[in-house]
T-cell receptor, first 114, second 115 residues
């Protein structure tokens, strides 16, 4: 069965430090992978997505993610975190086809220290 | 501007009341979704629709019902609310075909509290 694991429930980083949020997926075929961000009291905003091709994908707000098939991972990175990046981050895998849907991980809450 | 809207944003009601959470989108999308999200937990799909007159149950069993009479409108109804229904409800939409058919766009959510 398809699944997404985000091993870190909560991460705290200092402003200006680099960030890496981990995501592992379980899916039989080539996955479609997504990272969403959710600010408090808000819906989800798409940060970036991987469908195929270049394994390093660029997103909005300076985020990037790297697809590693051998490790079944799709980790999110940012070289320098800003206080406004504090939010909850969700990794998701699409199950495929017009009848497919997204399966989400449990999310990683990011706190940013001044 | 194309967007997806949810009303109300916050709702506090008593047990046994009937409620309807509204979701509308102006993105021209055929597929729409309802997710339930508890604090610190992943989103669980409770309903989705491929288009007008189509409704499907999601992965998480829910006592709510949905309807899709118009493409842009996908309301969720609870006939008799209970404290166990307290949660955040997120509506989303996506294309059914094309290059971005699996990319979902989310509304701001409705936070429901049942006393």
């Amino acid at each position: 069965a398809q699944s997404v694991t985000q091993p870190d429930i909560h991460i705290t980083v200092s402003e200006g430090a680099s960030l890496e949020l981990r995501c592992n997926y379980s899916y039989g075929a080539t996955p479609y992978l997504f990272w969403y961000v959710q600010s408090p009291g808000q819906g989800l905003q798409l940060l970036l997505k991987y469908f195929s091709g270049d394994t390093l994908v660029q997103g909005i707000k300076g985020f990037e993610a790297e697809f590693k098939r051998s490790q079944s991972s799709f980790n999110l990175r940012k070289p320098s975190v800003h206080w406004s990046d504090a939010a909850e981050y969700f990794c998701a895998v699409f199950t495929g086809g017009s009848q497919g849907n997204l399966i989400f991980g449990k999310g990683t809450k990011l706190s940013v220290k001044p | 501007e194309a967007d997806i809207y949810q009303t109300p944003r916050y709702l506090v009601i008593g047990t046994g009341k009937k409620i309807t959470l509204e979701c509308s989108q102006t993105m021209g999308h055929d597929k729409m979704y309802w997710y339930q999200q508890d604090p610190g937990m992943e989103l669980h799909l409770i309903h989705y629709s491929y288009g007008v007159n189509s409704t499907e149950k999601g992965d998480l069993s829910s006592e709510s019902t949905v309807s899709r009479i118009r493409t842009e409108h996908f309301p969720l109804t609870l006939e008799s609310a209970r404290p166990s229904h307290t949660s955040q409800y997120l509506c989303a939409s996506s294309e059914l075909w094309g290059m971005s058919y699996n990319e979902q766009f989310f509304g701001p959510g409705t936070r429901l509290t049942v006393l």
